[in-house]
Antibody, heavy 117, light 110 residues
Framework: EVQLVESGGGLVQPGGSLRLSCAAS????????MNWVRQAPGKGLEWVAN????????YYVDSVKGRFTISRDNAKNSLYLQMNSLRAEDTAVYYC??????????WGQGTLVTVSS | QSALTQPPSASGSPGQSVTISCTGT?????????VSWYQQHPGKAPKLMIY???KRPSGVPDRFSGSKSGSTASLTVSGLQAEDEADYYC??????????FGTGTKVTVL
């Protein structure tokens, strides 16, 4: 069974930084694209970033380019999201999700990031 | 990239069918067969219900079905059950390694 557990969320001031982690189990982590998807409070879903199996390709939604960095450690079955220059509009629950044929099959429970002074 | 358009709400009585539309453009829904649908109960993570327009992951009841015509995709839930009450989101590949979600539809079982 796919299990994904996010951590690292919290309250941060505008302009600050935060690093999210996602621990994966129940599948061969190194065989899948991995993603971050976020959901602002009371709003819809937004794809944020993804990373290829070996980390050689990374893609981002325009609104986070240059501020967020996705990475992975296949030896530790872990996915990361380094978030810098955070803005109020980055406030959301951040989900880790396994890529599967243009979709996301297997989601974590999410971690809440609140950007506020 | 603009969000795909879904109706804010849909409803049906137990046993009835409800269909949710997801309208995009030729750059996303109309251009690729990578449309997926997600069910989200309050306070829970989304769950994949349909991928590649019509395919169901293992464990998803065959009451859930997907289709596409031009730039509009649809999710049909047949034989509505109380546990189907949830928010539903569509998503599509939008080219250049970008993905876009729909605005979301709240399904109510009357």
């Amino acid at each position: 069974e796919v299990q994904l557990v996010e951590s690292g969320g919290g309250l941060v001031q505008p302009g600050g930084s935060l690093r999210l982690s996602c621990a994966a189990s129940g599948f061969t982590f190194s065989s899948y694209w991995m993603n971050w998807v976020r959901q602002a409070p009371g709003k819809g879903l937004e794809w944020v970033a993804n990373i290829k199996q070996d980390g050689s390709e990374k893609y981002y939604v325009d609104s986070v380019k240059g501020r967020f960095t996705i990475s992975r450690d296949n030896a530790k079955n872990s996915l990361y999201l380094q978030m810098n220059s955070l803005r109020a509009e980055d406030t959301a629950v951040y989900y880790c999700a396994r890529g599967y044929s243009g979709a996301w099959y297997g989601w974590g429970q999410g971690t809440l990031v609140t950007v506020s002074s | 990239q603009s969000a795909l358009t879904q109706p804010p709400s849909a409803s049906g009585s137990p046993g009835q069918s409800v269909t949710i539309s997801c309208t995009g453009t030729s750059s996303d829904v109309g251009g690729y067969n990578y449309v997926s649908w997600y069910q989200q109960h309050p306070g829970k993570a989304p769950k994949l219900m349909i991928y590649e327009v019509t395919k169901r992951p293992s464990g998803v009841p065959d009451r859930f079905s997907g289709s596409k015509s031009g730039s509009t995709a649809s999710l049909t839930v047949s034989g509505l059950q109380a546990e189907d009450e949830a928010d539903y989101y569509c998503s599509s590949y939008a080219g250049s390694n970008n993905y876009v979600f729909g605005t979301g539809t709240k399904v109510t079982v009357l």
